[in-house]
Every structure is written in structure tokens, then in C-alpha cells.
């Protein structure tokens, strides 16, 4: 890894985390069970409580997209797949489930790892992003490249904590669609940017949060469909299941703009989450997986006050504790 620290590295407390102690890289995740990924989860969100709470930085944000993480890593091939973070503070669980859990007792430190992606830094960095809005674009070029050089590599971009509101991203999208490309867009949707957020279009997300009456339990629209009419679909069989796709999910916007849109999901349930995520590794085509999480999640001051909690400033007296 690229990064100069003004610290050795620093193994941390096997006792404390057993798990964690043992990933190295992210493919160390794919024998885990999900049983041990839940567990994995709290120990991840134990250190970046404490690391915070003794360097500074964003804690609410990071700590409400771990299991989010540990699904991708889990599910994606990143020896080869490429994953853009936006906003790039949600990335802390990501760096320490990619070589760099020994230094990141140095987070945002001189001479330490960044409290953002940095491609200098790891190779695992696909692209440096801070604030705001740029993900779903630069993910948008490389999985471009990857077409005309006839590779086959996954991207995928995750937006977050506002992001989707600004107009960079929705252009993204709209250019995303008409290309037609294989790209999956992860939305982390946590209803806040800083604060809470405000708009048309976070009003549109929170109704599609709380439509539960017309959410598919754990099913996909596709074979629901199929379910009813048969295996071979007419043309007018196709149409139908575009409208029911758009009146159970209600993710009609994401459609029109050329998306295939899927959620919203628990981004906390990793179960779901790691199911969902491989098979939607095999889908082609533009993809919008919408998740909702809790920012500030496991710590219980985060949790009620998430916009106090968005970042900190060193020192604090004391850690928080997971929950």
C-alpha cells in the first residue's frame, strides 16, 4: 500500500476482534458465513467508534453502511470489480477490510490514511471522491472503458447521505441509461446529508421507504410475473410486468430514466443483503439497488442525534460502546 505513516502498524486486540483480526484483503470475507459477517459487523463499528472518538472525523455516516460493505466486498470480486464511494466518508469500513486495519489507528492523522478513498493510497481505491454527487458519473467512465477494451469487470457506485439530490448525480443517471451499460448504483438511503434532507426528490424517497404494502417480500418481480403468465412472455405479457414492477416498487422514476430498480431493502439485514447482491452481480444493464439505513448505527448517541454526530472533533473523554 502506497500510504506514508508516521506510525508502524498496529495489530489490534485478537480478544477484541477475532474476526477482523483475520482479513487481510476482502477475499478473506468470502468463507465467512453470515453469522460471522453480523459479527464481524459489531467489531468493524467498535473500532471506527473508538478510532473516531480518538482522532476525529465522521462517525454517524460510516457507522450506518457496514453491513452495506461487508455485503459488497463479500458478494464482488475486488481483485478485479471496482467500487466508488460518494460521499467518501462512508468508505471506513471499507479501508480496514482492505489492508489497511493495521494503520488505521492513523485515520486523518499526518502521514496517515485519509478519512476519504484516495487511489495513492490502495489499490482498492477506485477513484478519490469527498463531497459530493460524483459517483455514479466517474463509475459511469470506467464501466465505459471497460466496454471498449472488452473486459468484463463489475462497477458499482455507492451514493449516500444526500448525495443522489445533486444534480451531477441525476445527470449521471440519465447519461447511465441511454448508454445502457452494465453498472450497479447502490443509493444508502439514510433520509440525511449533514441534517436532515429536504427536496421533491427526498420526499420521493422516503415515500418509497414507507410504501411497505406494495414492497415484494424477499421476490423477484420477474418471476412473480412469470408465476402468473407463463415462462414465455408476449409483448404485451413484458409491458405488464413493467407496470407491476412500477406499482410494487414504485421506482418508476429510476425506470424511465433506463434503470432496472430494485428495493427498497433493510441495509442493515445482511442476509438480504449478501442474497441480493450476488445475484444482482449476474444481472447486465444499468441497475439501481436502493437501500435505507440508520446513520449513526450501534452507537447509541449517533443513533439520536445523527447530525451532531456526523463528525467529531478530538478528543472525547470517552468511547462510545456498540449496541
Request: charged share 20%; aromatic share 6%; hydrophobic share 40%.
Amino acid at each position: 500500500m502506497a500510504v506514508s505513516t508516521h506510525e508502524a502498524e498496529r495489530s489490534i486486540e485478537p480478544a477484541r476482534f477475532p474476526l477482523l483480526g483475520l482479513i487481510g484483503d476482502p477475499q478473506a470475507l468470502k468463507s465467512l458465513s453470515v453469522e460471522e459477517l453480523e459479527s464481524l459487523a459489531t467489531e468493524i463499528r467498535q473500532l471506527i467508534i473508538e478510532t473516531v472518538y480518538a482522532n476525529g472525523g465522521h462517525l454517524a455516516s460510516p457507522l450506518g453502511v457496514v453491513e452495506l460493505t461487508l455485503a459488497l466486498h463479500h458478494a464482488f470480486d475486488l481483485s478485479r470489480d471496482l467500487i466508488v464511494w460518494d460521499v467518501g466518508h462512508q468508505s471506513y469500513a471499507h479501508k480496514l477490510l482492505t489492508g489497511r486495519r493495521g494503520l488505521f489507528h492513523t485515520l486523518r492523522q499526518k502521514d496517515g490514511i485519509a478519512g476519504y478513498p484516495r487511489i495513492s493510497e490502495s489499490p482498492y481505491d477506485a477513484f478519490g471522491t469527498g463531497h459530493s454527487s460524483t459517483s455514479i458519473s466517474a463509475a459511469l467512465g470506467m464501466a465505459v472503458a471497460r466496454d471498449y477494451r472488452g473486459e468484463d469487470h463489475r462497477v458499482i457506485a455507492v451514493i449516500g447521505d444526500g448525495a443522489m439530490t445533486g444534480g451531477m448525480a441525476i445527470e449521471a443517471l440519465s447519461h447511465a441509461g441511454h448508454c445502457g451499460s452494465d453498472l450497479l448504483v447502490v443509493l444508502n438511503d439514510n433520509e440525511m446529508s449533514i441534517a436532515r434532507n429536504v427536496g421533491a426528490l427526498s420526499a420521493y424517497f422516503s415515500r418509497l421507504i414507507t410504501a411497505r404494502p406494495y414492497k415484494r417480500a424477499k421476490e423477484d418481480v420477474s418471476s412473480f410475473v412469470k408465476r402468473i403468465l407463463g415462462p414465455r412472455l408476449s409483448q404485451t405479457a413484458s409491458r405488464l410486468e413493467k407496470s407491476v414492477k412500477g406499482f410494487i416498487t414504485a421506482g418508476v422514476l429510476f425506470q424511465e430514466l433506463g434503470f432496472n430498480y430494485v428495493g427498497p431493502v433493510d441495509g442493515h439485514d445482511l442476509p438480504v443483503l449478501v442474497g441480493l447482491l450476488s445475484n444482482l452481480r449476474k444481472m447486465q444493464g444499468p441497475i439501481l439497488f436502493h437501500c435505507f439505513t440508520q446513520k449513526g448505527k450501534g452507537c447509541p448517541e449517533a443513533e439520536s442525534d445523527p447530525m451532531k454526530y456526523h463528525g467529531i472533533k478530538p478528543p472525547r473523554t470517552r468511547y462510545g460502546t456498540v449496541q
